[in-house]
């Protein structure tokens, strides 16, 4: 008889949804490198200063698996992106092993074409994968991302693949973060069980490059009383997500955090609209396109026109990482509900944040301070510092505390009586 894996609290683990796509690739090959020393840690805001003696997990007490419904296995995607430019041409050899360790702890998700169970014991089977990830692993907490390719809103009460996967991380304990557009938790049949798991979750839609700037002219132009006219938006890009986006209703999913970053920083929604071109040559990179015309004093009309050109998996990749670390060290503290704070990743924020990323920014570092000071030995006579840290110092309604999770959420945070018992329909992808 095998002895019981002990528990280390320095091991988290990162359960990825669409764990063999271009994003999670690149997210589990950054961090190997990373670590390694092979290069710099780029793009990920948790390694600046702010964030120092904050008390996240390490790069390297990340354990990474998950769920996804291709067979690609991650060293032969790795070697993919390689060529695409996507990664250095020598990381794929350097950090195979580590690859290989992730690939083996990914598992088929569902629901597959044909598949006859019903939406319960579909959530309970991809539950029980994330409960044996950690329990074979002696993790501390693990944190579920889903990166997989956009769904289109969802039409009538079944749940879709993304928030099948999300009542799963619910069913076994886990914080969620939803870094696309979909529904996930945001579907109204899981509000209930998000409300009372007691557990840390954030969203939605990872804001990586279009709608970065956005966040930043939008209240440039209201700051300056000057008025915008039209604000129009062409994306080219290829990959999985350029496919998946062909869809005009996923298309539409994707638009609506564009859209709603326009309408919250300059008050009222501008002319014009936001198209999106699957152009497959490109592989994993985009260009956007913007055209802003505005109305400057005594009506002088003018126009901003801007070009972004970049690779979306580098973009998301150490917000991946990022994400998962604060939402693990947001778990340890026993916060839960909404974390607002973490908006400044989000086209499409969980919670009533501001929308410019400078205000965003401003609430994420305060965060970070408050993180600090949690991570502070208390002194004599004084309370714990995790709970003088957090206690009155988040505004009202943004981080609202519950217990820690130590092990599998009982089946009741997702009760049976939630989900129907209809076969679901829909496949959960890879965001490629």
Not at 59 to 70: C, K, M, Q, Y
Not at 212 to 240: D, I, K
Request: net charge negative.
């Amino acid at each position: 008889m095998s002895a019981e894996p002990s528990v280390s609290p320095s091991r988290v683990g990162v359960w990825l949804i669409g764990a063999r796509g271009s994003v999670a690739t690149t997210a589990v090959a950054g961090c190997a490198a990373v670590t390694a020393g092979l290069h710099p840690p780029t793009g990920m805001v948790t390694e600046t200063g702010a964030f120092h003696e904050a008390g996240l997990p390490s790069l390297p007490s990340l354990v990474f698996g998950g769920h996804d419904v291709v067979d690609c296995p991650l060293p032969k995607r790795a070697e993919s992106l390689a060529a695409g430019g996507v990664l250095p041409h020598d990381l794929p050899s350097a950090v195979s092993a580590e690859l290989a360790a992730a690939d083996r702890e990914i598992r088929i998700g569902g629901p597959l074409p044909g598949d006859t169970r019903t939406e319960d014991e579909l959530i309970e089977a991809l539950a029980e994968d994330i409960r044996d990830f950690a329990h074979r692993h002696g993790l501390a907490r693990t944190v579920v991302v889903n990166v997989s390719s956009t769904e289109p809103v969802p039409d009538g009460d079944t749940l879709p693949a993304s928030s099948l996967y999300a009542a799963a991380a619910l069913r076994a304990g886990c914080p969620y973060v939803n870094f696309t557009p979909s529904a996930g938790l945001h579907h109204p049949r899981l509000a209930p069980a998000a409300a009372s798991s007691g557990l840390p979750y954030a969203g939605r839609d990872g804001k990586t490059g279009q709608t970065l700037l956005r966040s930043v002219l939008g209240p440039m132009f209201a700051q300056r009383a000057l008025a915008v006219r039209a604000w129009s938006g062409t994306n080219l890009l290829g990959g999985g997500d350029g496919a998946a986006l062909a869809d005009p209703a996923a298309a539409a999913a994707k638009n609506a955090g564009k859209e709603r970053v326009l309408a919250d920083t300059l008050g009222t929604v501008p002319q014009g609209e936001t198209h999106i071109d699957d152009v497959p040559s490109l592989g994993d990179w985009k260009t956007a396109w913007d055209h802003i015309a505005f109305d400057g004093f005594l009506g002088t009309r003018m126009v901003l026109q801007t070009t972004w050109q970049g690779c979306d998996s580098s973009l998301a990749a150490p917000l991946i990482l990022d994400l998962a670390r604060l939402t693990a060290r947001a778990h340890e503290l026993g916060l839960s509900g909404p974390l607002t704070e973490l908006g400044f990743y989000f086209k499409d924020p969980v919670g009533n944040g501001p929308a410019p990323l400078g205000e965003q920014y401003a609430h994420l570092i305060d965060f970070a301070e408050r993180l600090r000071e949690a991570a502070r030995p208390p002194g004599p006579g004084k309370p714990g510092a995790a709970q003088g840290a957090l206690e009155g110092t988040a505004p009202e309604g943004t981080l609202p505390k519950g217990p820690v999770s130590k092990g599998p959420v009982s089946e009741g945070t997702v009760p049976e009586s939630t989900v129907s018992e209809g076969a679901p329909q829909g496949t959960a992808g890879e965001r490629r």
